[in-house]
């Protein structure tokens, strides 16, 4: 994140950072608390002089077993600004106990997706997303497979198989009306 992008940020809204941290290569993130994040991206995405438009991606990180696991989770969010070609990267941190985390899908429509995705593979939930629902995974997954604690030779309850209808060979090639 561009250092002047926080600097905007932490003037206009002073109380929203909890940290400001630069990584190993220089880059700056900014960590959120989770109650301002939609008033961050919002600052972001409409202050004419940062232009931050293009939601990039939402990820997270299972802080499982590192020294300093408290909170547990961090959600993590990749935004750009063509005008001044930079990246914002914003980091909220949510505990284990009921980790939830205000959408972003008002403010940036290309959020939805990613939203879903983490909340399909780490479990966190999105407040006020229109649509959570799993991703990739089918239904009736238990868990989720990417936190660290999931079991590894986990094993989920066999299903049947499902009639999909044939869009390759046509109507009533594959078993199916």
Known sequence: MSKFALDRVQQALPDALLERITDRTGGEWGVVKPDALRDVASQLKNDPSLGFRLFVCADCVDRLQLQTSEPRFEVIYLLYSPSRNEHAR??????????????????????????????????????????????????????????????????????????????????GTSGTA
């Open 90 to 171: 914003l980091k909220v941190r949510v505990g284990e106990d009921s980790p939830e985390v205000p959408s972003l899908t008002s403010i940036f429509q290309g959020a939805n997706w990613w939203e879903r995705l983490v909340w399909d593979f780490y479990g966190i939930r999105f407040e006020g997303h229109p649509d959570l629902r799993r991703l990739l995974l089918y239904e009736e997954f238990k868990g989720h497979p990417l936190r660290k604690d999931y079991g590894l030779r986990e094993r989920q309850p066999l299903l049947p198989e499902r009639p999909i209808r044939d869009i390759y060979r046509g109507p």
